[in-house]
């Protein structure tokens, strides 16, 4: 599996091209999200030259994993599209607290949703990859919007999780801001995706 991280310049134009491509597949055909896209190509306001994107690919060099980091002082996702998730607590805004988003691996494992054991283990892998460049950039903490299954998960991978606020019900799922502390030394344990069903 080979991992690559950087800025839309940092990547080619067909690589941009599949990891969308990509997006679209997994969040608008697989998982039913109402987003708005063009050409079957998954992209918003927030796919911007400051983005940080992680992708995994296989070594057919096909994209089977993606995710998307923005630092908090700066517009992002949670923030923009999700307020409520914050309840009374101020939306963050700091370099040192970094938004994950439109986070996939495999054939659908997400952070909170079930999928296929290679899929978990390949989101453990690509979240210990965030949470490195993350650090790397000088963040402590990862947030995102996140379905309730994730705290399982995440403690169960001997990570620190907590709710920003009590979740709330969104398109007919319970979704809460869930805060992660960055351990750049974290590494998951093969163990850990096996009751990933969120």
Not at 95 to 123: K, Q, V, Y
């Amino acid at each position: 599996m080979e991992f690559i991280a950087g800025t839309v310049d940092s990547f080619t134009a067909d690589v941009l091209f599949d990891m969308a491509r990509y997006r679209h597949e997994i969040f608008v055909e697989k998982l039913g999200w109402k987003l708005d896209t063009r050409g079957r190509l998954e992209l918003d306001e927030f796919d911007r030259k400051d983005t940080i994107y992680l992708i995994a690919r296989n070594p057919d060099g096909e994209i089977v994993g993606t995710s998307r980091l923005l630092p908090t002082h700066r517009p992002y996702l949670l923030a923009s599209v999700f307020p409520q998730l914050l309840g009374d607590s101020p939306a963050p805004c700091s370099p040192d607290i970094w938004e994950l988003s439109r986070f996939a691996a495999g054939e659908g494992a997400r952070l909170g949703m079930g999928g296929d054991p290679h899929g978990w283990t390949l989101a453990l892998d690509m979240l210990s990859i965030a949470m490195r460049t993350v650090a790397d950039k000088g963040g402590r903490r990862l947030i995102c919007a996140s379905p309730l299954g994730i705290e399982r998960i995440l403690r169960r991978a001997g990570l620190c999780a907590h709710r920003v606020a009590p979740p709330v019900l969104v398109e007919g799922q319970h979704l809460f801001a869930c805060l992660i502390d960055v351990d750049k030394n974290w590494c998951p344990h093969r163990d850990h995706h096996a009751d990933a069903t969120g």
